[in-house]
């Protein structure tokens, strides 16, 4: 008996352990740690590896028949807490001293009013196999949050 091909496909997808990425954000998403309102945010993905960013290519195998798949994350989608969004297709870049109050050339966000919010990535995976003289899609989505402050710069001046 000829096993059903999306049976397989599916095994081969559990065996990918997918997962939610780890979320890499400056200012930290720490106790203590406070962002400003208009200063960039930045958004990556930490560690991305085969099971929270891709490629993972699994195959799974009954009766003398295989089917093989392989994912990879097509997007991230941020969603910020103040109702804004942010969607990047790469893993973005991690922050470094060095770059100062500079934007994130790839994944950045500035809020506009202080608060504490529920940053939310949502990572969105597309799954292609074949075997069995089929092939199809499946696709998956997996999701890790943090809370991040911003607070709000006052000056005062004398005169």
């Given at each position: ?71 990879k994350v097509t997007q991230v989608v941020w969603s910020m807490g103040d109702g804004g969004t942010v969607a990047c297709t790469s ?69």
């Amino acid at each position: 008996m000829i096993p059903d091909p999306r049976v397989l496909a599916q095994q081969a997808v559990t065996q990918m352990r997918l997962r939610a990425v780890t979320i890499g954000m400056a200012p930290e998403p720490s106790p203590g740690s406070v962002g400003l309102v208009g200063l960039p945010i930045w958004l990556w993905v930490a560690s991305p590896d085969a099971s929270t960013w891709g490629p993972n290519t699994k195959t799974a195998s009954a009766g003398g028949y295989s089917v093989t798949a392989t994912g990879k994350v097509t997007q991230v989608v941020w969603s910020m807490g103040d109702g804004g969004t942010v969607a990047c297709t790469s893993t973005g870049t991690s922050y470094k001293d060095s770059f100062g109050m500079s934007a994130s050339p790839d994944c950045g966000y500035r809020y506009t009013k202080q608060g504490t919010y529920t940053v939310t990535a949502t990572s969105y995976w597309t799954i292609n196999w074949s075997g069995i003289g089929a092939s199809g899609v499946i696709n998956q989505t997996y999701t890790s949050s943090v809370v991040v402050t911003i607070g709000e710069l006052q000056t005062v001046v004398k005169g």
